[in-house]
């Protein structure tokens, strides 16, 4: 167990903070405060917390994954490529973390809720859920089927609203302050050319996220979405040509694309109930400055 700070993070100072000369009074001085590394730790640790990553096994979830098990939760991937998951759960487990995959269909609800009931059966409950699985697709409007319709709202929106609904209700119910991280998007922010089903799917994702986080901030729980700028995964690799790449990038400050590690910071704000006590209903855009550009 390491040294607190002199104060809990998730309370006030136990003196008020006021205006002028009198709050910097308030404020401890610099040699009271622990050391950079301790506080760091406490600051993000996620030890005794159980995560649930939908779409761990993927590119983007996986660094999540990982990432969350080397702070400390215990962390269990769901997905369908069992091969992948079982990588990603063997790699977390050398690093020396703990994690499990389970080979779940998110668009079914009762796959949810067999994953729910059995980590219930060991006595927890999900503290941390990610929903990060995706489908895109790259068909001019005109041409878009019925059936890529559905399939891309079905992977990206109704999974979504699936597992918020399963694990959301499981963590009411236990009295857990969770925390839930919503892979967003920026085309659901503003539509980006040749994915239309997909921006839908992702701007959806973002109401729902804010609505959520309205209905359950008096239970403590913190629902917020993730909009990555341009990270290389298997959803977008089809639609990466070489003119499109050459625009993506003109219109990227930092002249080049995320890496999925890049993500991790961002995740850990949001998943620690003491970094990131206050943030709730935000939709976070790690972009490398996409967002900023205009002309």
Not at 4 to 12: A, G, I, T, V
Not at 82 to 96: A, M, S, V
């Amino acid at each position: 167990m390491i040294d607190r700070p002199p104060f809990p993070l998730d309370r006030p100072p136990p003196v008020a903070l006021r205006t002028g000369e009198e709050s910097a009074a308030a404020v401890p001085p610099a040699h009271s405060l622990p050391a950079s590394a301790p506080f760091l730790v406490d600051l993000f640790d996620l030890t005794g917390r159980t995560a649930v990553v939908i779409g761990g096994e993927g590119v983007l979830g996986g660094a999540v994954a990982v990432a969350l098990a080397q702070a400390g939760a215990s962390v269990e991937i769901a997905g369908l490529h069992l091969e992948h998951g079982r990588q990603r759960t063997q790699l977390i487990e050398r690093l020396g973390g703990r994690a499990a995959f389970h080979p779940i269909d998110a668009t079914r609800r009762e796959d949810l809720e067999g994953l729910r009931d059995r980590l219930r059966a060991e006595g927890r409950t999900c503290d941390l859920l990610i929903n990060a699985a995706g489908v895109n697709a790259s068909t001019p409007f005109l041409d878009i089927s019925d059936e890529e319709w559905d399939r891309i709202l079905n992977v990206n929106l109704r999974s979504v609203r699936l597992t918020c609904q399963v694990f959301g209700q499981a963590m009411i119910a236990a009295k857990v302050k969770g925390s839930i991280i919503n892979f967003a998007s920026m085309s659901g922010i503003t539509p980006l050319s040749r994915v239309f089903t997909y921006s839908v799917s992702k701007a959806g994702v973002i109401n729902l996220t804010q609505n959520l986080a309205r209905e359950w901030a008096p239970y403590g729980i913190r629902v917020n979405a993730l909009s990555p700028g341009f990270f290389p995964a298997e959803q977008n690799r089809r639609i990466l040509t070489p003119d499109r790449v050459e625009s993506i990038l003109r219109h990227t400050p930092m002249n080049r694309f995320g890496e999925p590690h890049e993500l991790i910071g961002a995740v850990l704000l949001l998943a620690s109930h003491r970094a990131g006590s206050f943030v709730t209903g935000a939709n976070m855009i790690v972009d490398g400055g996409f967002s900023a550009m205009t002309i």
